[in-house]
């Protein structure tokens, strides 16, 4: 029998998200700046239960202690006033020149002690948010010119890197795991840690590879051309998926963070499909962007168009479970896996044909709504 779906989902939404303006490499912002507390009460007004954030979204470079106190206490107020939580934190180190070669793999020692430094600082933030998470997306942490160091010097430098904020978590006492968000390339030409299997296996380098998890983007999948549900089943599979990213994405272009289900639909249901059979217990978090072509009061709708498209699928994968027809197949499936009677003939010639064309169209019917 299938696995129940998950009884309650939790909806998040990337501060930067909401706040995006419109702006990319070839042209000006189109919509005024939303003040970040106002990001918070408007994401839990449209049916977020959940935020994540750079502490930059909230904190701008360069404020004062004191500002930074009078924004987090708003912040928590807003929070209390309306139940929506914090369940990630990060840094957007990447927009800024001192870190043009990357945070904790530049070739600049003074760099990379500004970056654990930053790193820290937000660490802070989190906590004081109430943050279970702090996801590092070292968008800069990548290479253009492959003689300017070693791929293995760099790796290193990472690991130095996760190890020294992992010890500081734990310094502090804070109740916070690490996560990496793994990504193929862009804003650098290629980034170190490019996909899950990266990840994981980067992970596994660590003093303590217990507290660090990973955080999946199916944009950043599909960029490398790679089956989003493989990547999260790789993960869940570890045990280590502590994020998950839903955005869309053309295969094998640049970063293009559409809104859920306006592309790649397939590849979306089946990422539904393994996040609810397996009940996965995070929160759905959309890291996707506004069309340019939206306006102010527009971006409310697409909190819940993003959410109103998990939501779809999600039903599309419960018919799925009570469509005759497809369980039937699978249960003809299922059958020769069992192992062989002692009076089984072995299988000959081309082996044995399963009906993956009839259950790959009942799919199809199902998510065009035919069935």
């Given at each position: 029998?299938?696995?129940?779906?998950?009884?309650?989902?939790?909806?998040?939404?990337?501060?930067?998200?909401?706040?995006?303006?419109?702006?990319?490499?070839?042209?000006?912002?189109?919509?005024?700046?939303?003040?970040?507390?106002?990001?918070?009460?408007?994401?839990?007004?449209?049916?977020?239960?959940?935020?994540?954030?750079?502490?930059?979204?909230?904190?701008?470079?360069?404020?004062?202690?004191?500002?930074?106190?009078?924004?987090?206490?708003?912040?928590?107020?807003?929070?209390?006033?309306?139940?929506?939580?914090?369940?990630?934190?990060?840094?957007?180190?990447?927009?800024?020149?001192?870190?043009?070669?990357?945070?904790?793999?530049?070739?600049?020692?003074?760099?990379?002690?500004?970056?654990?430094?930053?790193?820290?600082?937000?660490?802070?933030?989190?906590?004081?948010?109430?943050?279970?998470?702090?996801?590092?997306?070292?968008?800069?942490?990548?290479?253009?010119?492959?003689?300017?160091?070693?791929?293995?010097?760099?790796?290193?430098?990472?690991?130095?890197?996760?190890?020294?904020?992992?010890?500081?978590?734990?310094?502090?006492?804070?109740?916070?795991?690490?996560?990496?968000?793994?990504?193929?390339?862009?804003?650098?030409?290629?980034?170190?840690?490019?996909?899950?299997?990266?990840?994981?296996?980067?992970?596994?380098?660590?003093?303590?590879?217990?507290?660090?998890?990973?955080?999946?983007?199916?944009?950043?999948?599909?960029?490398?051309g790679l089956n989003p549900a493989h990547e999260v089943a790789h993960a869940l599979y570890a045990g280590k998926l502590d994020g998950i990213?839903?955005?869309?994405?053309?295969?094998?272009?640049?970063?293009?963070?559409?809104?859920?289900?306006?592309?790649?639909?397939?590849?979306?249901?089946?990422?539904?499909?393994?996040?609810?059979?397996?009940?996965?217990?995070?929160?759905?978090?959309?890291?996707?962007?506004?069309?340019?072509?939206?306006?102010?009061?527009?971006?409310?709708?697409?909190?819940?168009?993003?959410?109103?498209?998990?939501?779809?699928?999600?039903?599309?994968?419960?018919?799925?479970?009570?469509?005759?027809?497809?369980?039937?197949?699978?249960?003809?499936?299922?059958?020769?896996?069992?192992?062989?009677?002692?009076?089984?003939?072995?299988?000959?010639?081309?082996?044995?044909?399963?009906?993956?064309?009839?259950?790959?169209?009942?799919?199809?019917?199902?998510?065009?709504?035919?069935?």
């Open positions: 029998m299938p696995k129940r779906e998950t009884a309650t989902r939790v909806y998040s939404f990337g501060l930067w998200t909401v706040m995006n303006r419109g702006a990319d490499p070839f042209g000006a912002a189109t919509r005024a700046a939303l003040d970040p507390l106002e990001a918070i009460s408007g994401l839990a007004a449209h049916g977020a239960a959940a935020f994540e954030l750079h502490a930059e979204d909230l904190i701008p470079p360069g404020s004062s202690t004191v500002e930074r106190d009078r924004l987090i206490a708003e912040a928590r107020r807003r929070m209390t006033d309306t139940g929506i939580v914090c369940d990630a934190c990060g840094s957007s180190m990447f927009t800024e020149p001192v870190f043009k070669d990357g945070g904790m793999v530049s070739n600049e020692a003074r760099v990379r002690r500004m970056a654990l430094a930053r790193y820290e600082a937000a660490i802070d933030v989190g906590h004081l948010l109430d943050a279970p998470l702090f996801n590092i997306w070292g968008g800069r942490d990548g290479a253009e010119v492959d003689a300017s160091r070693s791929p293995v010097d760099a790796l290193k430098r990472l690991r130095d890197g996760f190890n020294e904020l992992d010890a500081y978590i734990t310094r502090q006492r804070y109740p916070m795991r690490l996560s990496i968000e793994p990504k193929p390339n862009e804003p650098r030409g290629d980034l170190y840690i490019s996909t899950a299997g990266h990840a994981l296996g980067f992970i596994a380098t660590l003093e303590h590879p217990e507290h660090v998890g990973v955080v999946l983007e199916f944009a950043h999948a599909a960029m490398a990213h839903l955005n869309a994405q053309r295969p094998l272009r640049f970063d293009q963070d559409l809104r859920f289900g306006g592309a790649n639909l397939k590849d979306s249901f089946f990422v539904v499909k393994l996040l609810e059979e397996e009940r996965w217990p995070g929160p759905r978090t959309f890291d996707a962007h506004p069309y340019r072509t939206t306006d102010e009061e527009g971006i409310w709708g697409f909190v819940e168009g993003c959410i109103r498209a998990y939501e779809i699928l999600a039903e599309k994968v419960r018919q799925f479970h009570e469509d005759a027809e497809v369980q039937q197949l699978l249960a003809e499936i299922k059958r020769w896996a069992a192992p062989p009677q002692s009076d089984e003939r072995p299988a000959t010639g081309p082996g044995r044909i399963f009906a993956y064309e009839r259950l790959d169209h009942l799919v199809f019917e199902i998510l065009m709504g035919t069935r």
